[in-house]
């Protein structure tokens, strides 16, 4: 995907809806201290060219169910990108795993699991196990408190950004 460039009308426009997320034309306009018309064709332009994913509300899932989050450390057999392709296409299709993240180092992957229970989470990783996706091994870690979840700060981010 082609980059578009980004001045700093688009960096405020981005940063405010990463912090309130989907807001009205007058809101935003007034957050990022531009008129409704331009900063509107701002957005469109920064949505056609991939720049939102999409808006979604932050759920305190804690304050609804009881949920068992896991994090898991895992590493492939082989290092084939045939193996890595096939590994990752399975992984997109589990909803339960909700990131992903290929790492450098002594591990391949870093993902987190959110179920409703342990035995949940065994389940998954059984399945996981007995498919042919070349697991060599895998290290769990449960998470027993969130101390902090956020999104970086953009504005902070691109201030410091090499040309």
Known sequence: M????????????????????????TKLAELVNLSPTPCWARLDRLKSAG?????????????????TRVMVNLSLMHHRKQ?????ETYIRNIEEITECYVTG???????????PSLAAFQHLMDRLLSEDLNIDRYYT??????VKSTQPNLVAL???ASP
């Open 158 to 160: 691109t201030s410091h």
């Open 83 to 87: 193996d890595f392709e096939r590994f």
């Open 141 to 146: 870690y449960f998470i027993t408190r969130q």
């Open 105 to 115: 180092g002594g591990m391949d992957y870093v993902f987190q699991v959110v179920v």
């Open 2 to 25: 082609k980059k578009t460039a980004l001045d700093a009308a688009d960096i405020r426009i981005l940063s405010a809806l990463q912090r309130h997320g989907q807001l009205s034309k």
């Open 51 to 67: 720049y939102i994913r999409g808006y979604h509300a932050d759920i305190a899932l804690e304050r609804v169910l009881d949920i």
